[in-house]
Structure formats: C-alpha cells, structure tokens
C-alpha cells in the first residue's frame, strides 16, 4: 500500500517535521543568549579605582593598589576586590544622606574582598585612603 502525498501521514510530512525541529532548535540557540543578555546588561554598575603604576611610589604615592567594584540597582551596595601591592589603604564609601561607610584597612600584599553598603540610601561616590 501506497502512503499518501499529503496529510500527516504523508511522505512530505514526515521528512519536513524533523527539520522544523531542527529550525526551532538552531533559532533558539540564538534567541535565549540574546534575550537574556539583554535584561540586565544597563543594570549593573562596574568600575575601577587604582594608582597609575609602580613608579608612582617614588612620586609621593603612598600605596600601589588597584579595587574592582560591582553594584546593583538601587546601589545601595557595592562588593570590592582590591589588590595591594605597597602600603596601606582604606575605602570610603560616600552616602548621598551625607554618611561615609569605611571599608577595613588593607595591608600589602595581598586581595581582599568585601562589600559596602549605605542602606536605606544609595551611595553617591568612593575614595581610598592611604596609608604609607
């Protein structure tokens, strides 16, 4: 018996569902990465505070250090990384409500990690102080 040219049981129907699968497939592989890297991609708040470089040390620089730090909506906190090579240093968090937010003192050589926070208000900017 003979299948039949259209239809669900058809031979055209079998060989076309597999490549739809196929498609649908390939197309989401595309479409889920963008999708969700387009939501948060403007959220976060990323940045860097760091002297120049090691011969800034003899120009006066009391610490040789470099601080990542990441923050989320509604920035009320911040997590830090900061290396030191030489010296000492302490982050200051500024609070738009006018409060500063001191981070510990970190001591060469070493990275440390540890976050900030200005909560209920958000934070407005950061400093470093250094010590020799």
Do not use: W
């Not at 990275?111 to 909560?119: D, E, Q």
């Not at 934070?123 to 020799?132: A, I, L, N, Q, Y």
């Amino acid at each position: 018996m003979r299948r039949p040219l259209i239809g669900h049981e058809s031979m055209v129907a079998k060989a076309i569902k597999p490549l739809i699968i196929l498609a649908m497939a390939i197309s989401a592989l595309f479409v889920a990465p963008a999708v969700a890297s387009a939501a948060p991609a403007g959220a976060v708040t990323a940045g860097e505070i760091s002297t120049a470089n090691a011969e800034s040390a003899e120009a006066g620089i009391n610490a040789i250090y470099t601080c990542r730090y990441s923050s989320l909506p509604p920035f009320q906190s911040a997590q830090f990384t900061c290396t030191v090579r030489f010296g000492s240093i302490q982050v200051i968090m500024n609070c738009q409500d006018g409060r500063q937010i001191f981070g510990p003192i970190l001591q060469a050589v070493g990275t440390y990690n540890f976050g900030l926070s200005c909560a209920p208000t958000a934070f407005s900017t950061f400093s470093v102080r250094e010590f020799s």
